[in-house]
């Protein structure tokens, strides 16, 4: 586990690392990046989780469970929240269903922390999620990554998973989602691509998402503009930030 700057949560929390790229949001993923960095500087976990392709690198699918990490949480007295896999995702089909109770053991046993986890496969999330063993914990916010409006589809999905509070990453924001249904979603973050090779986000894009918060009573969280310097653009829109929370609703 480790301190962030990421605007929305206090801490990341990595029990699995490694991913598999599906859509066009993971084309620039962060994640990869840091992993051939960490991988370089001969950390072990990451070894092996990334490629060449190209000027860049890239997942190999590979993973790496960590069963060292899962018991950090336990040792952290104070309240944080954490964002569980920043460098990877909880439901990809090769993390089992077994090691992902193991994750919920955790976090049950530390309800004094609030546990943020997102997924571009909320289909397997809902899934597993339903199955025996698991429970609705009030500590832990379940959310999807939605990049354009070819990927609307997972709110669907994100709306039949059991959960406390919803919530939809719009990040990178790469294309309008003007379509968006954010019924039962209790919470929107927004934000442009940063970091090498970044695509633009459009004013309007973001438009369209305040709307939709206002319009379905979801808290609207702008994260960044980003771009190749993300300091540069800031994260001020509409003259002033924008930090609202979700409301606990069970």
Same mark, same amino acid.
């Given at each position: !586990?480790?301190?962030?700057?990421?605007?929305?949560? =206090?801490?990341? @929390?990595?029990?699995?690392?490694?991913?598999?790229?599906?859509?066009? /949001?993971?084309?620039?993923?962060?994640?990869?990046?840091?992993?051939?960095?960490?991988?370089?500087?001969?950390?072990?976990?990451?070894?092996? *989780?990334?490629? &060449?392709?190209?000027?860049?690198?890239? @997942?190999? /699918?590979?993973?790496?469970?960590?069963?060292?990490?899962?018991?950090?949480? *336990?040792r @952290?007295?104070?309240?944080?929240?954490?964002?569980?896999?920043?460098?990877s #995702?909880?439901?990809?089909?090769?993390?089992?269903?077994?090691?992902?109770?193991?994750?919920?053991? +955790?976090?049950?046993?530390?309800?004094?922390?609030?546990?943020?986890?997102?997924?571009?496969?909320?289909?397997? !999330?809902?899934?597993?999620?339903?199955?025996? $063993?698991?429970?609705? *914990?009030?500590?832990? @916010?379940?959310?999807?990554?939605?990049? =354009?409006?070819? +990927?609307l589809? %997972?709110?669907? #999905?994100?709306?039949r998973?059991?959960?406390?509070?919803?919530?939809?990453?719009?990040?990178?924001?790469?294309?309008?989602?003007?379509?968006?249904? *954010?019924? $039962?979603?209790?919470?929107?973050?927004?934000?442009?691509?940063s970091?090498?090779?970044?695509?633009?986000m459009?004013? =309007?894009?973001?438009?369209?998402?305040?709307?939709?918060?206002? %319009?379905?009573?979801?808290?609207?969280?702008? &994260?960044?503009?980003? /771009?190749?310097?993300?300091?540069?653009? /800031?994260?001020?829109?509409?003259?002033?930030?924008?930090?609202?929370?979700?409301?606990? %609703?069970?």
């Amino acid at each position: !586990m480790a301190e962030t700057t990421i605007e929305w949560t =206090d801490a990341t @929390w990595n029990p699995v690392a490694g991913c598999t790229i599906v859509t066009a /949001g993971c084309t620039n993923c962060y994640a990869m990046r840091m992993a051939a960095r960490l991988e370089a500087m001969g950390v072990e976990k990451y070894q092996g *989780l990334t490629r &060449k392709s190209g000027s860049r690198r890239v @997942w190999t /699918g590979r993973l790496f469970l960590d069963e060292h990490a899962l018991q950090v949480p *336990l040792r @952290w007295k104070k309240p944080r929240r954490i964002f569980v896999n920043s460098m990877s #995702d909880l439901f990809h089909q090769d993390v089992p269903s077994e090691f992902i109770q193991r994750v919920w053991q +955790v976090m049950k046993a530390t309800p004094h922390h609030t546990y943020q986890i997102l997924t571009k496969r909320p289909g397997r !999330m809902a899934t597993v999620l339903q199955s025996d $063993g698991f429970s609705v *914990l009030p500590n832990v @916010w379940l959310g999807t990554s939605v990049e =354009d409006d070819r +990927v609307l589809s %997972r709110l669907d #999905d994100l709306r039949r998973v059991p959960a406390a509070i919803r919530f939809v990453s719009f990040e990178p924001l790469i294309g309008s989602v003007k379509k968006a249904d *954010l019924t $039962g979603i209790g919470w929107a973050i927004v934000g442009g691509e940063s970091g090498p090779s970044a695509r633009v986000m459009q004013t =309007d894009w973001v438009d369209e998402i305040e709307h939709a918060c206002r %319009r379905d009573g979801a808290a609207f969280f702008f &994260k960044q503009w980003g /771009g190749v310097q993300k300091k540069r653009t /800031g994260r001020t829109y509409r003259g002033r930030l924008w930090d609202e929370l979700p409301e606990l %609703r069970i």
